[in-house]
């Protein structure tokens, strides 16, 4: 059983033979690399296909590198083709992701860090029900709530409209925000509230000039959290949501899925990547607090 | 005036947060639980019509369809999830060179949307041009690979694409237990003889007991919410093969307008959701409570 052996500590390998040692750290070695391949060949095929032409990716395989660093589809997935109708593009729903985004965020942390803060620090009879009332909004299946949601944006006029999906992901964020909060504030000692209290400092006196300013961690896992969740969402996007005023991740499917003419795999690897590459970005520069958001929000699928 | 005020004040910002939540989260799952007794077609309809949409949904082909794809594309995500998770796992807490690197390439694909993950992958499984023109090229004259365009097989596809999003996600998961637990068991373990994997066998992993529930929960939670990758990588076809039941819901509620049906289907989600979370945060509650 040489996995079994494989799978123990390096301090006790030292003491067998230098020998058998060494050919468990290959093996080791041959397994860990043997699985980071397999999650890292998807991005590699995406990478280079979207650097083909149609012509090289009929020739070739998927592994097959580009003969020359082609960057026509990338063009054609962000800015088209510039023939008018049917010719879409990214560009356009890539800003209509941002200026979702921005204010989703932004309000969902805000209203998060403050709820937290009473939940925490103003701490009164009942108010553990309260939290456990807005955690089990995290659990819920979006779908048992779609149907009233699509007519309560119509009724109130911002269905199909980038307000509207800020309204519905800053709701439906704020039981993660809140939850991240107030997990952070249990660890701030109260009496440094307290303190504050006795010297004269308000309700919002000693959020804004003694919590807020020890947040910055929670903060950053929040809006990363917050910014990747909104991002990627797609069941929203696509039910409350169509043509002009679609995000990212639609505008992605549907240009994916139309088979008009002749399917282009280089355009689409493209626009994948597109799409991908914010929150990739922030995933490689804050790895850390994302994963830190991750194991303790990640119940939302 | 101003007294009470400034008392009532941490209550009063509290409204927003509770306010919403009790209208969008409990208000609407309500909405959609009356409905779903309703004989709702296009548009609700408020006349109570009792188990009707219930009885239709259970004798819905489609509908058996989609729990059937659901049981077993949850049974392996999560078995093939948590056994990879903890085999990456204990192999990168040995000291292993580079594990920074390695952990970020396990764990990358959590940071991309299920339609961006469903794209690349239909495209690595499409027959035509992908893994089998591939094998193909290399010689393998007799090779083929159509999960993708196979009735049978397709529910295969999800599985894979899922496990690659999500599997380097239970590997943090327990890499974060196994490197909390104290030196000092495994040093004592080890003085009394045990062997190297008997310390992982019959200490570390029974003592991952929290992490594997965390794990599960998890994992069931988004297998049951499957719907993006669906969308992207088969659209529940070949045919209905693939249908679950969240593209079941939408489908039915916005594609064939049937509104007290789709409700019905969304409130069997709701309580497959339900009957895992409800017993998880009792016990995280009580843990909680115990500290």
Not at chain 2, 3 to 25: D, H, Q, R, T, Y
Not at chain 2, 97 to 107: K, M, S
Not at chain 2, 200 to 219: A, E, N, Q
Request: aromatic share 16%.
């Amino acid at each position: 059983m040489q996995t079994n052996i494989t799978a123990s500590s390096y301090k006790e390998l030292e003491q067998k033979s230098k020998v058998t040692n060494m050919l468990l750290r290959w093996f080791l070695y041959f397994v860990l690399i043997l699985f980071a391949s397999y999650f890292i060949f998807p991005l590699y095929v995406m990478v280079v296909t979207s650097l083909k032409t149609m012509e090289e990716i009929r020739q070739g395989t998927l592994l097959t590198w580009p003969s020359a660093l082609n960057f026509e589809s990338w063009a054609v997935a962000w800015g088209g083709r510039g023939y008018g109708a049917g010719d879409t593009f990214l560009k356009p729903y890539f800003w209509n992701s941002i200026k979702m985004v921005i204010p989703a965020v932004f309000f969902s942390t805000f209203i998060g860090a403050i709820t937290g803060y009473v939940l925490t620090k103003w701490r009164f009879k009942g108010d553990q029900w309260i939290f456990l009332f807005l955690l089990f909004g995290c659990f819920i299946p979006f779908q048992a709530i779609l149907l009233p949601m699509a007519r309560t944006l119509g009724v109130l006029g911002i269905s199909n409209s980038i307000l509207g999906l800020v309204v519905v992901h800053t709701v439906y964020g704020i039981p993660f925000t809140t939850l991240f909060f107030r997990n952070y504030y249990v660890s701030i000692p109260t009496e440094l509230v307290k303190a504050a209290r006795i010297d004269g400092a308000g309700f919002f006196k000693i959020f804004f000039k003694i919590l807020l300013p020890i947040s910055a961690p929670i903060i950053v896992v929040t809006v990363i959290w917050q910014f990747t969740q909104i991002w990627n969402d797609f069941l929203f996007g696509s039910t409350f949501s169509f043509g002009e005023a679609a995000p990212i991740q639609v505008a992605l499917n549907n240009m994916v899925l139309s088979s008009t003419s002749v399917k282009e795999y280089n355009v689409d690897m493209a626009s994948a990547i597109i799409a991908g590459i914010p929150t990739l970005i922030v995933y490689v520069l804050a790895g850390k607090y994302f994963i830190r958001g991750l194991t303790s929000g990640a119940v939302k699928g | 005036m101003l007294k009470s005020l400034e008392k009532n004040l941490p209550k009063i910002v509290l409204a927003p947060a509770v306010g919403l939540i009790s209208w969008f989260v409990y208000g609407f799952v309500l909405w959609t639980f009356y409905i779903s007794f309703t004989n709702s077609k296009i548009l609700p309809k408020y006349e109570l019509w009792g188990v009707g949409q219930y009885v239709k949904l259970w004798a819905s082909r489609k509908w058996l369809i989609a729990v059937d794809n659901l049981l077993i594309f949850t049974a392996l995500f999560l078995i093939i999830c948590i056994v990879l998770g903890i085999i990456l796992a204990i192999f990168l807490d040995q000291k292993i060179r580079a594990e920074g690197v390695l952990r970020t390439i396990y764990l990358y694909p959590m940071a991309l949307s299920f339609i961006v993950t469903g794209t690349a992958w239909k495209w690595i499984l499409n027959p035509s041009l992908g893994i089998q023109k591939m094998f193909i090229d290399w010689g393998f004259e007799n090779f083929t690979f159509d999960w993708l365009v196979n009735r049978e097989m397709a529910i295969y596809t999800i599985v894979i694409a899922g496990v690659w999003q999500s599997a380097g996600f239970v590997m943090a998961l327990f890499l974060a237990g196994l490197r909390s637990v104290e030196d000092e068991i495994v040093k004592a373990a080890k003085i009394d003889g045990a062997g190297l994997f008997t310390v992982y066998w019959k200490i570390l992993i029974p003592m991952m007991r929290p992490v594997f529930f965390t794990s599960f929960v998890i994992l069931v939670h988004i297998s049951i919410k499957s719907y993006d990758l669906i969308v992207a990588l088969t659209q529940g076809g070949p045919g209905i093969s693939t249908t679950m039941p969240a593209l079941y819901m939408t489908q039915t509620a916005f594609h064939k307008s049937q509104v007290g049906l789709s409700a019905a289907s969304a409130m069997m989600m709701f309580m497959a959701v339900a009957a895992v979370i409800i017993p998880y945060l009792y016990s995280e509650l009580r843990r909680e409570n115990a500290n």
